[in-house]
């Protein structure tokens, strides 16, 4: 008898690519191969055509114009580009970056760089509930501030920052606000004008297309200038260089373009299934804690702690029935306890017996309703092998 196939709940960490968005991207390995930058014929002329239909497509599911889309090879390299160079481009009005405690390694890492590079760098922390607080952020405001990077959601505990308000603080400011937006663009409505951003970070394998391509916004007007980060060719705008990976573009725009369709509809019936796995899971064990605000926070997104367990040995329990995660799967692979946790206050046992589940388009109830079951199982197995048990720390 075949295995059962393992329940997939890691939806953050990355999708599987929509078989019409593969349709989609097909013909531009064989059939239309052409160079985007090879303007001289007709292989090219397909190419250049295709890549800025997807820009168009990736832009109307921002809210912004065309012209404001530069691809890159992910959000790592999109969150690159706006930070350092952000700060490039503004040195001669200082060089000091605020961002937040819980934002991804792809922006703390690199606003650690500009900080090597002799620039000035503040981490704002965040409420218990995993928000930043916009005044927190407005008092970390000095003089030489440039750029203010904060999250639109946490791509571990799934909550969605106050971001609008932000932004008003950083117009009044005349600070850039550069927001990672990787967990939220699909999942969530989400447009660069109603929230007032400067620069925005996207990558199509967290909205069902291929892994490879991202992109960056970068508002024209008022317009915001950066320096490249990567010279060589003057492609996208001289904002990117390199041959432009057409079949990965294809499929981003695809993939925004499905995602523009459904993203209204989709969210309130993965949030139903999100509620029900909570349910289920507090139901059958003692001593489960959301991490997060349940409010503001991506309808797809669960983030508990199992008093009493050890996350690591609960995901190898889990990994042949559950696929999930304990966070970011940048990091994956680290006995570190997650810096996400720990700005929120957390305890041992909350840090070190945490779970993230990711639903996503494929999931049913029938796969929420044998996920809790299969939880359930391993948390009341490692507890009973615990010696510490459910009321102690680990």
Same mark, same amino acid.
């Given at each position: 008898?075949p295995?059962?196939?393992?329940?997939?709940?890691?939806?953050?960490?990355?999708?599987?690519?929509?078989?019409?968005v593969?349709e989609q991207?097909?013909p531009?390995?064989t059939?239309?191969?052409?160079?985007?930058?090879?303007?001289?014929h007709?292989?090219?002329?397909?190419?250049?055509?295709a890549?800025?239909h997807?820009?168009?497509?990736?832009?109307?599911l921002i809210?912004a114009?065309?012209?404001?889309?530069?691809f890159?090879?992910g959000?790592t390299?999109?969150?690159?580009l706006a930070?350092?160079?952000?700060?490039?481009?503004?040195?001669?009005?200082g060089?000091h970056v605020v961002?937040?405690?819980?934002?991804?390694?792809?922006?703390?890492?690199v606003?650690?760089a500009?900080?090597?590079d002799?620039?000035?760098?503040t981490?704002?922390? !965040?409420?218990?509930?995993?928000?930043?607080?916009? $005044?927190?952020?407005?008092? %970390? /405001? #000095?003089p030489d *501030?440039v750029l203010?990077s904060?999250?639109?959601?946490?791509?571990?505990?799934?909550?969605?920052?106050?971001?609008?308000?932000?932004?008003?603080?950083?117009?009044?400011?005349?600070?850039w606000l550069?927001?990672?937006a990787?967990?939220?663009?699909?999942h969530?409505p989400?447009d660069v004008?109603?929230l007032?951003?400067d620069?925005?970070?996207?990558?199509?394998?967290?909205?069902y297309?291929?892994?490879?391509?991202?992109?960056l916004y970068?508002?024209?007007?008022?317009?915001?200038?950066?320096?490249?980060q990567?010279v060589?060719?003057?492609?996208?705008?001289?904002?990117r260089?390199?041959?432009?990976?057409?079949?990965?573009?294809?499929?981003?725009?695809?993939?925004?373009?499905?995602?523009r369709?459904?993203?209204?509809s989709e969210?309130p019936? !993965?949030?139903?299934l999100?509620?029900?796995?909570? $349910?289920?899971?507090t139901q %059958? /064990? #003692?001593?489960? *804690?959301?991490?997060?605000?349940m409010?503001?926070?991506?309808?797809?997104?669960?983030?508990?702690?199992f008093?009493?367990?050890?996350?690591?040995?609960?995901?190898?329990?889990l990994?042949?029935?559950?696929?999930?995660?304990?966070?970011?799967?940048?990091?994956?692979?680290?006995?570190?306890?997650?810096?996400v946790?720990?700005?929120?206050?957390?305890?041992?046992?909350?840090?070190?017996g945490a779970?993230?589940?990711g639903?996503g388009?494929g999931?049913?109830a029938?796969?929420?309703?044998?996920?809790v079951?299969h939880?359930?199982?391993?948390?009341t197995?490692l507890?009973a092998?615990?010696p510490?048990g459910?009321?102690?720390?680990l």
């Amino acid at each position: 008898m075949p295995a059962t196939r393992s329940i997939y709940l890691d939806h953050h960490a990355t999708t599987p690519v929509d078989p019409r968005v593969v349709e989609q991207m097909l013909p531009y390995f064989t059939e239309h191969f052409g160079n985007a930058a090879s303007r001289q014929h007709a292989f090219g002329w397909k190419a250049d055509e295709a890549v800025e239909h997807a820009r168009h497509q990736v832009a109307r599911l921002i809210g912004a114009r065309a012209k404001e889309i530069v691809f890159t090879s992910g959000a790592t390299e999109a969150n690159t580009l706006a930070i350092r160079g952000a700060v490039a481009a503004r040195r001669d009005q200082g060089a000091h970056v605020v961002t937040v405690a819980t934002e991804h390694k792809a922006v703390l890492d690199v606003c650690q760089a500009v900080a090597a590079d002799g620039g000035r760098v503040t981490v704002v922390p !965040v409420e218990r509930d995993g928000r930043v607080d916009p $005044a927190r952020v407005a008092a %970390a /405001l #000095a003089p030489d *501030t440039v750029l203010v990077s904060v999250m639109t959601a946490n791509n571990e505990i799934g909550v969605i920052h106050p971001v609008a308000d932000i932004s008003a603080i950083c117009q009044a400011r005349g600070v850039w606000l550069h927001t990672d937006a990787v967990q939220a663009a699909g999942h969530v409505p989400f447009d660069v004008e109603a929230l007032g951003v400067d620069l925005a970070s996207f990558s199509a394998h967290k909205m069902y297309g291929p892994k490879g391509v991202g992109a960056l916004y970068v508002r024209r007007a008022p317009k915001v200038t950066l320096v490249p980060q990567t010279v060589g060719g003057g492609q996208e705008q001289g904002l990117r260089a390199g041959t432009l990976n057409v079949p990965g573009i294809v499929g981003f725009g695809a993939a925004a373009g499905i995602a523009r369709e459904v993203v209204t509809s989709e969210g309130p019936r !993965v949030a139903h299934l999100r509620d029900r796995l909570l $349910a289920g899971l507090t139901q %059958a /064990l #003692a001593a489960v *804690t959301v991490n997060g605000s349940m409010t503001a926070r991506l309808p797809h997104n669960l983030h508990v702690s199992f008093a009493g367990v050890d996350g690591e040995a609960l995901m190898t329990s889990l990994a042949d029935d559950v696929a999930v995660s304990s966070g970011s799967a940048c990091a994956s692979g680290s006995r570190e306890p997650s810096h996400v946790m720990t700005a929120l206050g957390a305890g041992a046992a909350e840090r070190w017996g945490a779970l993230r589940f990711g639903l996503g388009r494929g999931t049913t109830a029938a796969e929420i309703d044998a996920a809790v079951a299969h939880v359930t199982a391993s948390v009341t197995r490692l507890r009973a092998m615990s010696p510490v048990g459910v009321g102690g720390g680990l």
